[in-house]
């Protein structure tokens, strides 16, 4: 039996949590926090995320400020793991993305102790894996070829959306349908 709070196992809290879910989904626009795509209905499993994992910071296991929207896969990479950034101290520019393959990339001129924090967030998140990869193609492909709109791209994968229009791909496109070519 366990004599302080301190010492009761993470997984013997009951998990209240799940019922914020439906909140979380909401509040997020159900996005992931950690990969910026959108969690589907019924293909797409989201969950609580703890940002201070419960076997770090039993005092915030059930505080709203605590959680945050993550994909079931993205959760169970993080994990307890205290290497990843939050998402919501995470700046403009810390991340950035390589528009031919891809992949999630520190930003330029980061301070070394940010870039280095970003690195092992791309890394124990894996977010340049094949499936990471492969979703941000299909949506960056479904918008260079007219399927779907610059506004849903926005709704559906905001940081591929932000990186599209930073990176001038946007002005390209409308450059290149103008030509006519």
């Not at 205290?82 to 031919?100: I, K």
């Not at 301070?111 to 998140?125: G, M, N, Q, S, Y």
Request: charged share 30%.
């Amino acid at each position: 039996m366990a004599q302080t709070r301190e010492d009761i196992p993470a997984d013997k809290f009951p998990p209240v949590w799940t019922h914020a879910l439906p909140d979380l989904m909401e509040a997020y626009g159900r996005l992931c926090a950690y990969i910026c795509i959108y969690i589907e209905r019924v293909t797409g499993g989201g969950s609580v995320d703890h940002m201070l994992a419960k076997s770090h910071a039993w005092q915030d296991v059930y505080e709203w400020q605590n959680y945050r929207l993550a994909c079931t896969l993205m959760n169970a990479r993080k994990n307890n793991y205290q290497d990843v950034l939050d998402p919501f101290e995470v700046e403009d520019g810390w991340f950035r993305l390589e528009l031919v393959s891809y992949q999630v990339i520190p930003g330029e001129g980061l301070d070394p102790a940010i870039e280095a924090r970003v690195l092992a967030t791309i890394t124990r998140l894996k977010l340049n894996d094949h499936d990471c990869l492969k979703v941000r193609e299909e949506y960056a492909t479904a918008f260079f070829d007219g399927d779907i709109k610059l506004d849903y791209l926005r709704r559906r994968a905001p940081f591929l959306a932000k990186e599209i229009e930073g990176q001038g791909a946007v002005d390209l496109m409308e450059r290149h349908e103008e030509l006519g070519a």
